[in-house]
């Protein structure tokens, strides 16, 4: 039984349509054009805020619009990149959603023919500490991805995993995915040569996953027509097609390549047809469907997975066939190119849809009125928690607190070693590093600050990317490109809208101060409670991307003997807004969030740069969340050794020790250097301007930290470790 | 009170694609003669023992905390009770 | 000398042991299709790691009815090296050529993990290059990895010296924390009788270029090098 057609398409859409079509379009057509003009698809509210971000580069190859970013890593190599989101699947299935999600990125990296190397996530959920909701979730997205990413023998290098009350009913699982090719072997999206073969490749379209691209792009509903919008994971069939893909394209039979996702194959013909500047025409008897009586529009917006869609030449599709043939990998030639303009969809002889590519493929832009939300003034000038009594106690609840301890029960169900590419692993550092030859190395990193970016959008955001930029410093590579990811509630609460315009005019600043390109993003909205339409804090997710050539520079957090001198890089401010002390210990989430002075940053990362080359540190780290004391404990920790710091000697105007050691200031860096070399990096900083502080040493097997000579917290790195990583487990039952 | 052994059943629904039982069907049994299988669906099997004072109410008893502890995900999965034995 | 790196759908190591054994130890190895799979042509093989079928029903068991395992017990009775790594002895496993059985981790969980691991016997062919005791540091990452044999079986692997590897904290001692699975006596790896058939869960691919080893080490290398070896000493009889 076909299923009822609900289109989310608004009036003036509809109007839009009849005239663009100058006839009253059919259900198949509406169906197309429901798929193609949802958010997910279209971008049709964030477009004109996405423009303002630069997108050029000396190593851009290709930037948004494709489906994954493409950037240059000299001697005719080239990594690709992309992010996705998979929130709403994910929220009512977490094990299939999860799953799916990473099916989806890796299909992006493939589509542009590139092997996928590596995976990371960036995973948000609610408070795990007291709601079994959340802790289901959790435990279900993590085995989700495990499982998938470890079949399909892509390795799952690092990311993040945050809990807040925000995000109770909308779990945010991002996932971004790193490819690997050569520069003369692109391939893009597009139909350009009429006469060419379309060929559909992969799984048997059913009517799993039917509406689920506007089923994104509206509030999450707990109704039950959601069943439709789950979507089935098959690693191994998604094995298969990377493999075959790939040793198609280097047959040099592939002259067009698109993966199928959101809006299924109404959006991957509009797509590629209008990229090319052709038609298509399309018949839907000959796709190899699981089901039948299956309707025109069903198979049209389906959102099976594990499929893909080749452009091929026409003398050429039987030597394709043979290598989808020999890894058993299923197809169907459907259709072919022509230079009509027109998508023509039909069934055996019969037209069941006639739309122009142009109209279809360009929904109308959607504005939406803004306006700064009033909360924003409320928590501003609070007034300071009280100083807690118990100086170690504190200490270790923020540094064992779930956001900041250990996420080894995460990352040891993931397969990070599987391709030979993983040389710093999960917990080594804020960045994952992998091999590409042996002397060129890509670092990346990702992060999201939704409680600096609830308290100051525009700086979150900044501050966001300046964390990112900073992890991939800190392992010794130079950061060259990032991608995004905009999650926000409705985009119709004028508020909501402000919060996002803000954020993406503090990435677009942050890009064009750094020359910095951004090479691709997305757009995940109507993440919000449907009950209370209150929506989640505005999470800006960011990975920055870096490139670092010769071994000998990659850095770690891992303390080791060689670096004795512990060194402050930057100055710390009274800034506790939005951190994670805050948070975790007075409940308090105002307050002034970090500010990013950019001539400061780019002194300090350059700072740091320049030491790396000439060899003077030896451990690093960002100092972010959690503030200096979570990053000094995470460096004993990585390295097994101890450390005494002396926060008399920290740079800062802060009165208090717990302002002191847990603001999350920007633009500082933890280093570790023999002392021979102290009057170098000295040099350094003067030449950049940034100030700098001796805080310590690295010595014995404990965490000591004194004030004027009285001990006010030590504590065996042993017993920190064990602390760390036990608190997952504690919390999820093993 | 008499004890009942009832065991549930936990399947993708019938609409819900099993990739796992479809490999299984494919890769292992028509691959090696068995031609005549002509659908393979995978599944789980919790094995209970309930004591409850009649049939009927072990089974709902079981039915309830399927649901109620979320022993399967009602989205993706359907559950089904069968009395193995009294 | 040729060794066969035998690639199955969903075999997802097989590029990574072609690049240890090719360009590492420039041996001469070759990736072959489990279809196209003659050992006529080979002189050893390697089941690399992955999801072969991906591990549906149960990890190893739709592989092990491959033709291409027809090809390898033949192989194996002729005394060629043959070594399953992973989800390769998984297969290994499943098939009969080796004994025992593999079950889900204790944890219920996949673990990806730096292990210690030590040789036991010195009659394997994948042990030539380490003394008996040697300790190696080389990953895991499985979820099927409880190596389970019964009381008779077991005490026969013991006193034929089939236990090759088996896990041990840093002392050198197969404590219960270092049993990253719940193996039975922390066994890591087993031979058959004739000790040419050896299946490990650890990765020694994985561990054999110092640049990817957290400890710098490339202690997986020792197991290729006496594979190798052994080849050799086998061709030229």
Not at chain 1, 207 to 221: E, K, P, V, W
Request: contains cysteine; charged residues 25%; negative net charge.
């Amino acid at each position: 039984m076909a299923q009822k057609m609900i289109f989310s398409l608004t009036s003036n859409e509809l109007l839009a349509i009849k005239d663009g079509m100058k006839r009253e379009p059919n259900d198949v057509e509406l169906s197309i054009f429901d798929a193609q003009w949802a958010e997910h698809c279209s971008y049709k509210s964030s477009r004109s805020l996405l423009s303002l971000l630069p997108t050029r580069g000396k190593r851009v190859i290709l930037g948004p619009g494709y489906d994954a970013g493409v950037l240059d890593i000299d001697n005719n190599q080239i990594v690709t990149i992309h992010i996705e989101s998979h929130n709403h699947p994910s929220a009512i299935d977490p094990y299939g959603g999860a799953a799916t999600g990473v099916g989806g990125v890796l299909r992006d990296i493939l589509s542009v023919g590139t092997r996928p190397i590596a995976i990371l996530d960036s995973l948000r959920f609610g408070d795990i500490e007291k709601s079994p909701q959340s802790r289901w979730l959790f435990k279900n997205v993590v085995r989700g991805i495990a499982d998938y990413g470890n079949c399909v023998g892509v390795p799952t290098v690092g990311g993040e995993v945050e809990f807040d009350e925000s995000y109770e009913r909308n779990c945010l699982v991002d996932v971004v995915c790193l490819g690997l090719g050569r520069r003369k072997e692109v391939v893009l999206a597009e139909a350009s040569h009429p006469g060419d073969i379309l060929i559909l490749v992969g799984g048997r379209t059913g009517r799993d996953g039917i509406h689920g691209s506007s089923f994104a792009s509206r509030d999450l509903a707990s109704g039950s027509d959601e069943r439709s919008a789950v979507q089935i994971p098959d690693p191994l069939t998604k094995k298969l097609i990377v493999e075959a893909t790939l040793k198609a394209h280097s047959g040099g039979y592939v002259r067009g390549l698109k993966d199928l996702g959101g809006g299924g194959l109404a959006c991957a013909l509009s797509e590629i047809a209008d990229k090319g500047g052709t038609g298509l025409d399309v018949d839907l008897s000959r796709i190899h469907v699981r089901e039948d009586g299956m309707s025109p529009a069903e198979i049209l917006i389906s959102e099976s997975q594990e499929r893909m869609l080749f452009v091929v030449k026409d003398e050429l599709k039987d030597d394709v066939s043979a290598v989808f043939r020999r890894y058993h990998v299923q197809y169907s030639i459907i259709g072919k190119v022509t230079s009509s303009r027109r998508l023509v969809i039909r069934v055996n002889e019969t037209k069941v849809a006639d739309v122009p590519v142009d109209l279809v493929a360009h929904a109308p832009l959607q504005l939406w009125p803004s306006k700064r939300p009033e909360y924003l003034d409320l928590g501003v000038s609070i007034e300071k928690p009280p100083l807690p009594r118990n100086i170690s106690e504190t200490i270790i609840r923020v540094i064992s607190s779930p956001n900041l301890a250990s996420k080894k029960w995460v990352y040891e169900q993931f397969d990070y070693e599987v391709g030979l590419h993983t040389v710093l692993k999960p917990g080594d550092s804020g960045a994952s590093v992998l091999r590409i030859t042996d002397d060129k190395f890509i670092a990346i990193s990702l992060d999201g600050r939704p409680n600096h970016c609830y308290r100051n959008p525009r700086q979150g955001a900044m501050g966001t990317v300046a964390e990112a930029a900073r992890n991939t410093i800190s392992v010794g590579a130079e950061p060259i490109a990032l991608v995004d990811h905009l999650q926000f509630g409705n985009p119709g609460n004028p508020e909501v809208f402000w919060t996002l315009t803000e954020s993406v005019k503090g990435i677009a600043d942050y890009c064009r101060f750094f020359d910095l390109p951004c090479v691709g993003g997305k757009v995940s909205f109507y993440n919000e409670d449907v009950d209370t339409k209150r929506a989640i804090k505005p999470t800006p997710v960011i990975a920055v991307l870096g490139l670092l050539k010769g071994a000998r520079h990659i850095r770690s957090r891992k303390l080791t003997p060689n670096g004795r001198m512990i060194v402050l890089i930057g100055q710390t401010e009274n800034e506790l807004g939005g951190s994670e002390y805050y948070r975790y210990i007075h409940g308090m989430s105002g307050g002034m969030p970090p500010n990013l002075d950019f001539h400061r940053e780019r002194g300090a990362q350059r700072l740091v740069a320049d030491a790396v080359r000439v060899g003077l540190l030896d451990a690093i780290d960002d100092c972010s969340s959690g503030g200096l004391i979570a990053t000094i404990s995470k460096m004993c920790i990585a390295g097994g050794i101890g450390a005494h710091i002396q926060l008399e000697k920290i740079l800062s105007d802060c009165k208090r020790w717990d302002d002191l050691i847990f603001s999350e200031s920007h633009s500082r860096f933890v280093v570790t250097l023999d002392p021979d070399k102290y009057q170098g990096l000295a040099n350094i900083a003067k030449n950049h301007q940034i100030p700098y502080s001796l805080i310590g040493n690295v010595e014995g097997d404990k965490l000591v930290l004194t004030n004027n000579g009285d001990e006010i917290f030590s504590e065996g790195v042993h017993t920190l470790e064990k602390t760390s990583n036990d608190k997952i487990p504690s919390i999820m039952g093993h | 009170m008499p004890r009942f052994r009832i065991d549930v059943f936990i399947t993708n629904k019938p609409a819900i694609r099993d990739p796992e039982g479809e490999s299984i069907l494919q890769d292992l049994a028509i691959r090696n003669g068995f031609v005549s299988v002509k659908s393979i669906r995978t599944g789980k099997v919790l094995a209970m023992e309930i004591e409850a004072e009649n049939v009927e109410l072990a089974k709902s008893k079981v039915m309830e905390m399927c649901d109620s502890l979320r022993l399967y995900n009602p989205v993706v999965s359907s559950c089904s009770v069968r009395v193995a034995s009294e | 000398m040729k060794v066969a790196i035998v690639q199955f759908p969903g075999t997802n190591c097989d590029r990574d042991t072609y690049y240890i054994l090719k360009d590492v130890l420039q041996a001469d190895a070759e990736l072959i299709w489990h279809e196209d799979l003659g050992m006529d042509t080979f002189d050893s093989a390697v089941i690399p790691g992955g999801f072969s079928y991906g591990d549906n029903l149960r990890a190893g068991v739709i592989a092990a009815h491959s033709p291409a395992l027809r090809q390898l017990r033949k192989a194996g009775q002729d005394g060629k090296p043959i070594l399953g790594i992973c989800n390769g002895f998984q297969i290994l496993i499943e098939s009969g050529l080796l004994p025992g059985a593999l079950l889900r981790n204790s944890s219920l969980r996949f673990v990806c993990r730096w292990v210690n691991v030590r040789v036991e016997a010195g009659n394997s062919l994948f042990t030539t290059f380490s003394r008996n005791g040697t300790i190696l540091k080389m990953p895991i990452a499985h979820n099927e990895g409880r190596y389970y044999a019964e009381g008779d079986l077991l005490a026969s692997l013991e006193m034929n010296g089939q236990i090759i590897f088996k896990y041990v904290d840093e002392g050198g001692q197969p404590s219960k924390p270092s049993n990253p699975n719940g193996s039975i006596l922390n066994i890591a790896g087993v031979s058959n009788y004739e000790g040419n058939v050896v299946g490990l869960m650890p990765h020694p691919e994985r561990a054999s270029e110092s640049l990817l080893s957290p400890f710098r080490t490339t202690d997986g290398l020792q197991i290729f090098r006496s594979m190798l070896r052994s080849v050799e000493v086998l061709l030229k009889r």
